[in-house]
T-cell receptor
Framework: DAGVTQSPTHLIKTRGQHVTLRCSPI?????VSWYQQVLGQGPQFIFQ???????GRGNFPDRFSARQFPNYSSELNVNALLLGDSALYLC??????????????FGPGTRLTVT | GENVEQHPSTLSVQEGDSAVIKCTYS??????FPWYKQELGKGPQLIID?????GEKKDQRIAVTLNKTAKHFSLHITETQPEDSAVYFC???????????FGSGTRLLVRP
């Protein structure tokens, strides 16, 4: 069984550029959440999507956006990149967005470096 | 606001000894508490979780305890092995929330 997959694994961008990160959830899972993990810290919640709709948003600026596709895969977009956006971006998959569906399974992440 | 504090930040134990990591949460509505293990270059791996209607849960060498009154929960690893070396994160989630609130992590080193 394939777990959560993310692409690319590593990315280097320049300040002001735009980036798109991709995630495919575990087969059968319909909800995807995005987290940002800065070096040495715990993951911080960015978004949750279920059935192509945003169900939750963390304390991140509007430069961050996401969407979910009919096959439940998801993209995270970040515009006007800042040095502080350098982090590991994690995608987490869960069965659905039912608040009783608690377990979230993480992918390997995309390491974004902004220079 | 919502917050999860985790201690210690680093923990070094001899192989075969036990390790305990402790977390405190602020939101009394939290009712789900997972623990994740993160190895270098990898995403967090769910290793055990507990819900607020349970006080203790065990899975082989790992166990988690929850004290709702004190808003504390802890991870216990017995008979530690070198492959247990990693960063461990606790997290909390409430019924009305879609997000996990993570602690700051504990770097566990098991010395052979």
């Amino acid at each position: 069984d394939a777990g959560v997959t993310q692409s690319p694994t590593h990315l280097i961008k320049t300040r002001g550029q735009h980036v798109t990160l991709r995630c495919s959830p575990i087969s059968g899972h319909k909800s995807v959440s995005w987290y940002q993990q800065v070096l040495g810290q715990g993951p911080q919640f960015i978004f949750q999507y279920y059935e192509k709709e945003e169900r939750g948003r963390g304390n991140f600026p509007d430069r961050f956006s996401a969407r979910q596709f009919p096959n439940y895969s998801s993209e995270l977009n970040v515009n006007a990149l800042l040095l502080g956006d350098s982090a590991l971006y994690l995608c987490a998959s869960s069965l659905n967005a039912n608040i009783l569906s608690y377990e979230q399974y993480f992918g390997p992440g995309t390491r974004l470096t902004v220079t | 606001g919502e917050n999860v504090e985790q201690h210690p930040s680093t923990l070094s134990v001899q192989e075969g000894d036990s390790a305990v990591i402790k977390c405190t949460y602020s939101d009394s509505a939290s009712n789900y508490f997972p623990w994740y293990k993160q190895e270098l270059g990898k995403g967090p791996q769910l290793i055990i979780d507990i819900r607020s209607n349970v006080g203790e849960k065990k899975d082989q060498r790992i166990a988690v305890t929850l004290n709702k009154t004190a808003k504390h929960f802890s991870l216990h690893i017995t008979e530690t092995q070198p492959e247990d070396s990693a960063v461990y994160f606790c997290a909390a989630k409430g019924d009305s929330s879609y997000k996990l609130i993570f602690g700051s992590g504990t770097r566990l080193l098991v010395r052979p």
